[in-house]
Structure formats: structure tokens, C-alpha cells
């Protein structure tokens, strides 16, 4: 089945300690999205990617960065997580416009100690 | 700007009743709707969505909403609940670019 895929399902890092999360999927779709989400609250987009144009939040830390090395493959990199960097980071997918259908992963609980 | 409010923070129902969750949404063209729906720990798994045409969409799982116009809503039914449905629902527009305006979310609790 086509899908999203993110690894690691949990991550613990340590407060200052860079930590990277992965997403793939098997859709071939053009956009690829990361979203943070805290508990009890909808999730907030950090940044896009359509194809290999990058789109920031104006909100998004610079903290947060991510890669698109191929059509496949979407990175997030947290360079230095902070205690308020806690949170389900989900990643999602969706063709171009005009179709606004995004799937998503199943998503990575980072946990900064 | 657009914007996506579901009234009700938690709801509880019986299980085996019926349900039904608000969403109400501000957009000046038509709009792109979406309901997904989020277990503990898990991603957003899409139940419908209504881009055009039949205002009654049918989705998975057994779900159904109506989208009317003259209301701005897009209210999410299932005539029956059943415990596995427990989980938090999200309602959604499509905003400009490839965005989606989420509300803040509805908690489905299921009694038995």
C-alpha cells in the first residue's frame, strides 16, 4: 500500500542535542509537509516543500530546518531542542494544486530530556 | 483569513448512540472541507472530504457529513458510535496555497 513512513516512531534526545527525524513516502507525491503538534492542540505547520522549493513558516524557529534530498525523502533536523521543543512532529504528503488532500504519517514523539 | 471552529472541546456518547460533531468554517471562495480523525499516539487519518457537488459526503468508517452553505458548516455524523471510535477529530479548510487551516479539534469520548 502507498504511504507515509516515519522513523523513528519515539526519539529521546538530550536538551541541546541535535536531533533528526525522517520521513519517506511511497505516494510520489510533490509536496511534503512537517507539522508540530503538542498535546490537546491541532497540529502547526513549521514548512513545505513543493517538489524542491522550500516554504517557511514565518513563526518556524530557526531552529527547525529540513532536507529534501529526493522526491522520496523529507528531513527535519532540530539543532539544538529545547524542553519547549517536546511534541509529535508529524510529516504529510499531497499533490499539487488543485488538490489539497494531505495523508499523513503515523508521526515521531520527541521527547527532550 | 480562513479560519476552522469546532465548538465543542470533548463530547461523550453512549456507545451504539448517534453523533454528531460541529465545524464551522470563514472562507470567501468555496471551500475545500476535511474531517480527519487522530487515535492517541498516531497520525491524522483522513475521513472524508468535499471539494464540490453532493453536499452529503460519504467517508470511512462509517462517517457521512453534510456541508451547508448558507451555515458555513460542515458537521460530521456516524449514526451509530462504536467504542473504537474514541479519538480526536479534526476539522479542516484548505487555505491558500497548499494549507490546511485546522480547528482546534473535538475528543470523541465513547461510554459503554
Avoid at chain 1, 3 to 21: A, E, S, W
Avoid at chain 2, 91 to 98: D, I, K, M
Amino acid at each position: 500500500d502507498a504511504m507515509v513512513i516515519q522513523n523513528p516512531r519515539y526519539q529521546v534526545t538530550q536538551f541541546g542535542k541535535p536531533v533528526t527525524l525522517s520521513c519517506s513516502q511511497t505516494l510520489n507525491h510533490n509536496v511534503m509537509y512537517w507539522y508540530q503538534q503538542k498535546s490537546s492542540q491541532a497540529p502547526k505547520l513549521l514548512f513545505h516543500y513543493y517538489d524542491k522549493d522550500f516554504n517557511n513558516e514565518a513563526d518556524t524557529p530557526d531552529n527547525f530546518q529540513s532536507r529534501r534530498p529526493n522526491t522520496s525523502f523529507c528531513f527535519l533536523d532540530i539543532r539544538s531542542p529545547g524542553l519547549g521543543d517536546a511534541a509529535m512532529y508529524l510529516c504529510a504528503t499531497s499533490r499539487d494544486l488543485p488538490e489539497h488532500t494531505q495523508y499523513f504519517g503515523p508521526g515521531t514523539r520527541l521527547t527532550v530530556l | 483569513a480562513q479560519s476552522v471552529t469546532q465548538p465543542d472541546i470533548h463530547i461523550t456518547v453512549s456507545e451504539g448512540a448517534s453523533l454528531e460533531l460541529r465545524c464551522n468554517y470563514s472562507y470567501g471562495a468555496t471551500p475545500y472541507l476535511f474531517w480527519y480523525v487522530q487515535s492517541p499516539g498516531q497520525g491524522l487519518q483522513l475521513l472524508l472530504k468535499y471539494f464540490s457537488g453532493d453536499t452529503l459526503v460519504q467517508g470511512i468508517k462509517g462517517f457521512e457529513a453534510e456541508f451547508k452553505r448558507s451555515q458555513s458548516s460542515f458537521n460530521l455524523r456516524k449514526p451509530s458510535v462504536h467504542w473504537s471510535d474514541a479519538a480526536e477529530y479534526f476539522c479542516a479548510v484548505a487555505g491558500y496555497g497548499n494549507k490546511l487551516v485546522f480547528g482546534a479539534g473535538t475528543i470523541l469520548r465513547v461510554k459503554s
